[in-house]
Each structure stands twice: as C-alpha cells, then as structure tokens.
C-alpha cells in the first residue's frame, strides 16, 4: 500500500522526534546517544524513498519539516547537555550557536522574498547548522576525559579544543556549500 508524501513525511517526522527517548537509555555514554540520533536523522529520506522511488527529499516541504525537527532535536539535546555537564565553559557559545541555526531555520521556513536571497536555502547558507557538529564534539570530548581521566592533555586544554571547534565550522561551511549550492529544491509535492 502506497502512502502519499505527506503521510510518509510525518510519519518519518514522527519516528525522529520519538529518537530523542534514546536520552532516556540508561548505562550508555550520552555521546553515544546524541550519535545514535544523529545516525537516525539520516535515515529519514529511506522512508520516503521506500514508499514511492520516484520521491525525492530535495524539495521545499521535505527540507522544511527536516528543519524543524532538526531544530526541535538540537533544543532538546543542548539542554540534555547543559544538564550533564551544567559547568562546562562552552555551555553560552553552544546556546549562541543553537540561537544562530534556529534564527536561520525560522527565515528558511517562513520567508518567501526574493529581494532578500534568491532561493529559500541560501538562508542555510547563511546559518550553518554549527550546533550539531560542536555539540558532538563537546560530547566526545567529555567520552573521553569520562574514559581517560581528566589528566589528560588535549581534552583539558581549552586552546585545542577551541581550535577543533573553529576547524569544525570552517568545515562545516564548506560542507554547507556543496550540500546547498548543488541542489535547487522543487517545488512542494501533495
């Protein structure tokens, strides 16, 4: 039985917004958790594909629904981590960062003037989804000072770790660039 696009849409929305209960499992390390979530978003355009192989997840509605639970799922996880680690000093860059996305997933799902960008995704350009790739980061590095002690060089030296950060988001823009300038979303199926 074939599902239309939106039924299979929610649905997959539905499943990753569910993901998060993954915080919930005892007995394994939160990065491991976060990463499992992270793994599980990827999935989401299979379901799709699944159900009708002509579908495609580059197009306005797939993108903004993703965008949305991508946005629900990060304001989740930070407090997740702010919880656990409520010391850690980069507790008000990760909420700058999540601010920053979130600022851009609102113009991405709601603006429709050309006289401000050419195409709604050039607000993902604009707004890098930083968030994501730091606060894994950050969780591993609290992996490892859980598994390696706090003795240890690297995940005590604040300057590293601020220098993987800022390697991160050049990367992450780099990554954005090809993702976003490469893809021209259709218009939203029924």
Known sequence: MKYTYREVLSFSSTLRLLSIL???IPNIH???KVLLIYI???LDGRLIKQNDENATTYNLLYQRYDKIVDSVINIIIFIYFISLYP???FNLFILGLLIFRLIGVYLFV???NPAIVDRPQDYL???PDFFRDVILFLFLVEFF???YGTDDYFFNNQLLVVFVIFAIMFFKVYQEQLIHNRITYTPQPI
Do not use: G, Q, W
């Open 87 to 89: 010391n850690n000093i």
């Open 40 to 42: 599980l978003d990827a």
């Open 125 to 127: 350009l604009l707004f």
């Open 145 to 147: 000072k859980c598994y």
């Open 110 to 112: 709601t603006e429709n």
């Open 22 to 24: 993954i915080l919930l």
């Open 30 to 32: 939160p990065f491991f």
